[in-house]
Structures are given as structure tokens and as C-alpha cells.
């Protein structure tokens, strides 16, 4: 694995991984944000536990090189996150300051998860 794709990769699992506590824990951030998106409390914590998830599977895959195909599956369960999150961001009418980064975000972790494919 080379130290760009490393690098990528384990950025992007504390990003997700620090996302996903704070909806796992629903801190007033989360709170306010499932309130304003019309999800659940427990919803929104189930998501945070996705990207927790997701976050370390990013990370194992770029780490161990026996395990690079969980971080190409961690890579496409969070695009699919960062899809449903824009889609929620649109819905509810948010400026484009707030909904770019799920596209940014998803776009990056679909790049880590095609370097952590071909340098497996």
C-alpha cells in the first residue's frame, strides 16, 4: 500500500469515525440535526454506528494488506452513506455550504477505495 492511499484512507476513517461518535453518543449537534432532517433519534444513531464502521474498515484495509477488501466494502457502504446524506440534505432544503460535503466527502472515500483496490 502506498503512503498517499494510507494517508487518504486514514483521514478519512477519523472523519467518519468522529462523525459516527457523535451521533452514536447523540450529542446536541446530532440531536439538532435529526430533528431537523425527521429522523429518529435511534435512526440517527444507527447511522452513526455505520460510519464509526465504516471508519475502521477503512482503516484495516489500508493497513492490512490480507484485509484490503474491507476497506474497498467500508469505501462503498460509505458512499452509500454520503448518497443518502445528500439526498436528506436536499430534501430538507439546506443551503450548498452544507450539503457539499457529503458529495466531497463520498467522492474522496470512493478514490480510497479504488487506490486501496489496486494497491492491494
Excluded at 487518504?8 to 432532517?37: C, E, H, M, N, Q
Excluded at 444513531?45 to 494488506?65: C, P, Q, R, T, Y
Excluded at 454520503?82 to 432544503?93: D, E, F, P, Q, S
Excluded at 455550504?97 to 486501496?116: D, Y
Aim: glycine fraction near 12%; proline fraction near 3%.
Amino acid at each position: 500500500m502506498n503512503i498517499a492511499t494510507i494517508v487518504l484512507a486514514l483521514l478519512l476513517a477519523v472523519a467518519f469515525a468522529a462523525s459516527g461518535v457523535v451521533k452514536i453518543l447523540t450529542l446536541p449537534p446530532a440531536k439538532a440535526d435529526a430533528d431537523r432532517f425527521g429522523i429518529s433519534h435511534n435512526a440517527y444513531k444507527a447511522i452513526g454506528v455505520l460510519e464509526f464502521l465504516g471508519g475502521a474498515g477503512l482503516a484495516i484495509g489500508a493497513l492490512v494488506a490480507d484485509f484490503w477488501w474491507v476497506g474497498v466494502a467500508a469505501a462503498a457502504g460509505i458512499v452509500a452513506l454520503t448518497i443518502g446524506a445528500l439526498l436528506t440534505h436536499l430534501r430538507v432544503k439546506d443551503p450548498a455550504g452544507k450539503a457539499a460535503g457529503a458529495p466531497l466527502f463520498g467522492i474522496l472515500t470512493a478514490v480510497a477505495g479504488v487506490l486501496i483496490y489496486l494497491n492491494a
